[in-house]
């Protein structure tokens, strides 16, 4: 009797199953290679094997309103990835390369963020740190469902999208998006977002370090750090951790 399959889990990392066989094979995927343009060499990759991850693009950290303009910091810097972003990432989709957030959004009792987490963002206890309201708008400082931790209006996320809360500047700390990318099958990582030399370096390290290929999109990344974080952070992507390209290079091999 020719028993019907059935799909366990996500391709490409999917089984076929019935009563009386498993079939673990896991069909192939058909490559998309191309060559890009980075600032150190040509890159071979394969676009079936990519994602990108957007990092912290959210109101607290972009928006006027939000929690770093309110400590005094100028954020038009981390408004620039908007546009790149946005012409970028419709492209990436039709080529099916998810579009992952990777956004700061703590618990409400924040149980899992320790008092030295607590210390870098509010360091007197005084101020205005991790959970507490903004005097402006009483939205909570980057809490998981608030105005404070969305993604900026103008960046549309879309229901294939993937989004992955994080607690520390790593987005694989204590996240489930190392196991989201090896169900996807997914080797090839861009990454985007603020800060350039925080959020967006440690991910990207992490990445690294777990054998992820890590390619850094300038114009989609940023920083309101001084211009020298900037820069090292562009060094040592390059020295160390993978390459560096921009929005243009990704969309001329994508079209």
């Not at 990392?13 to 069909?27: E, K, L, Y």
């Not at 809360?165 to 996807?184: A, Q, V």
């Not at 020298?228 to 060094?235: E, M, R, V």
Request: aromatic share 8%.
């Amino acid at each position: 009797m020719n028993l019907p399959f059935r799909t366990l889990g996500v391709a490409p990392n999917a089984w076929t199953v019935n009563h009386a066989i498993a079939d673990i094979t896991r069909p192939p995927v058909t490559p998309q290679r191309v060559i890009l343009t980075t600032e150190t060499k040509e890159v071979r990759l394969d676009l079936a094997k990519a994602a990108i991850l957007v990092i912290d693009m959210q109101n607290d950290f972009c928006h006027p309103d939000g929690w770093l303009s309110h400590i005094g910091v100028d954020v038009k810097p981390a408004r620039q990835p908007i546009e790149p972003l946005k012409n970028l990432l419709p492209e990436l989709r039709a080529a099916g390369v998810p579009v992952i957030w990777v956004n700061w959004g703590n618990r409400p009792d924040l149980l899992n963020i320790s008092a030295a987490s607590l210390h870098v963002y509010n360091p007197t206890g005084e101020g205005v740190g991790l959970g507490d309201p903004l005097p402006a708008n009483g939205e909570l400082v980057l809490m998981a469902g608030s105005w404070a931790a969305a993604v900026v209006d103008e960046l549309e996320q879309l229901p294939e999208d993937i989004t992955v809360d994080k607690y520390r500047m790593s987005g694989f700390w204590d996240t489930p998006l190392d196991s989201i990318l090896r169900n996807l099958g997914k080797t090839t990582l861009f990454f985007a977002g603020v800060n350039a030399d925080q959020c967006v370096m440690t991910t990207l390290c992490d990445a690294n370090f777990l054998g992820y290929d890590c390619v850094l999109v300038k114009d989609c990344t940023a920083t309101t750090s001084p211009e020298y974080c900037w820069l090292a952070t562009l060094y040592n992507v390059k020295q160390c951790f993978g390459f560096v390209t921009d929005s243009q290079a990704i969309l001329k091999v994508l079209k």
